[in-house]
């Protein structure tokens, strides 16, 4: 008996299909299919958790406590040390006002906000070149992702974002040190976008998982450390980057106190409690501190003006914008192909791999993202080798 399924039975939901397909698995693909190929694709740092960390987790799942669920909100030993580490290094107070909640990451935390703030068809403002995952959970939520163009050094562009705001918005995004550009916001920019909100009764969203990567004159500002934000501003944290953490899956956001109740339900339904091994590491990890970061910004640092000066070099045909943070580069490539097929040549041709400007939104004709983060400085120079011999042949 062959009964034909009804219409619909088995596809996507409509809010799903309006999700952009993820684009690193396509460039990891292509990578795949070239061996060899070096990758200034991946979004990560080359090096690992402190030791403690490691230890910490070896010793975890000796008590049965270890091994039912925990609060909530994370566990209080790691509550506790993201509230002294977010009064002495962002100056944000929690308490009163707002409440830590720890999270599967940075990932994990947006999608908590958005859930938590936005009805369907509400606006959420997002500066572009985007990090991806924030559109696809905007839009995965029902809501809709507003774009609006940075200048073209790649900082805010304030009347611009003013201009966009309607009745249906209800966020602002911010993302410093950014992905994908590497553009740190100055304080008053910050500043600005957290009174603008405000003002017109929104929310300010601040990712600062790239906080600790910030080199020269760059300074680092947490708009959560302003007086009278904890009311409307949501600020995001991870330890995945800072720490060399990125499977651990622990990040970390602070909340209004008015919204925890209903952030509280969006975690306790899809998390539960965040993973309790991780969270001992991740306990480990903070008591070690900052520091450890330290060293490898520094490498980062030298990593940095290295391509910088290379891409920079007469006859390299592509425009660099500085970049002052996290560990990239959204460069623009002097050619007549789009970012895609830029990115799939390079590859193709040329062994090394980045990540297509338009997976961010970007509005350049054809811009790549430039990642070293997790290379050696043998691969680095190998891989700028390669990826300036790919632009100039395919200029
Ligand atoms: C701006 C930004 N936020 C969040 C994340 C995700 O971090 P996590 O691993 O903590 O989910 C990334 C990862 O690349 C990122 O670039």
């Known amino acids: 008996m062959n009964r034909k399924l009804p219409e619909l039975a088995h596809s996507q939901s409509r809010r799903l299909a309006a999700v952009q397909a993820p684009v690193i698995p396509i460039v990891g693909r292509w ?13 990560v740092v080359s090096y690992q958790p402190p030791p403690q960390a490691i230890a910490a987790a070896r010793a975890f799942g000796d008590t049965l406590q270890d091994h039912r669920y925990g609060p909530v909100e994370g566990l209080p030993p790691l509550v506790d040390a993201i509230e002294h580490k977010l009064a002495r290094e962002n100056g944000i107070t929690v308490r ?3 409440r830590v909640l720890v999270t599967a990451g940075g990932n994990q935390a ?3 906000a958005i859930l938590a703030i936005t009805d369907p068809d509400d606006a959420v403002i997002l500066p572009t070149p985007y990090y991806f995952n924030h559109e696809m959970a905007i839009v995965m939520a029902g809501a ?22 309607d009745g249906r918005t209800r966020a602002v995004v911010t993302v410093s ?3 994908p550009t590497g553009a740190v916001y100055p304080e008053a920019d910050l500043r600005a976008v957290n009174a603008l909100c405000r003002s017109r009764g929104l929310f300010h969203i601040h990712d600062e998982a790239y906080e600790y990567f910030s080199y020269g004159e760059a300074r680092i500002f947490s708009p959560g450390s302003i007086a009278d934000a904890a009311e409307h501003t949501i600020s995001l944290f991870s330890l995945s980057k800072a720490y060399g953490m990125a499977s651990w899956r622990i990040g970390y956001m602070v909340v209004p106190l008015a919204l925890n109740d209903a952030i509280h339900k969006i975690q306790d339904t899809i ?33 940095r003006r290295t391509v910088y000066a290379e891409l920079t070099a007469l006859g390299v045909p592509c425009d660099v914008p500085p970049a002052q943070g996290a560990f990239y580069y ?32 970007d509005a350049s004709p054809c811009s790549i ?16 080798r390669r990826l300036i011999g790919g632009l100039k042949a395919l200029a």
């Open 369 to 384: 993202r430039i990642s070293y983060g997790a290379l050696d400085a043998d691969s680095v120079s190998e891989g700028l």
């Open 144 to 165: 809709r992702a507003v774009g609006v163009p940075t200048r073209s050094d790649y900082q805010l562009d304030l009347p611009a974002l003013d201009a966009a705001i």
């Open 271 to 303: 998390l539960i409690c965040p993973p309790a091994a991780s969270q001992h590491a991740a306990h480990a990890a903070m008591h070690v501190g900052r520091a450890y970061a330290a060293p490898h910004v520094e490498q980062l640092d030298r990593t």
């Open 110 to 112: 947006f999608m908590n």
């Open 330 to 361: 959204l460069i623009r490539a002097h050619t007549s192909l789009d970012s895609m097929t830029l990115t799939e040549r390079l590859i193709k041709e040329h062994r090394v791999a980045t990540i297509p400007g338009s997976a961010f939104a």
């Open 96 to 98: 009163p006002h707002s």
């Open 177 to 179: 040190p950014n992905n």
């Open 31 to 43: 990578t795949a299919e070239t061996p060899g190929t070096i990758s200034l694709g991946q979004g």
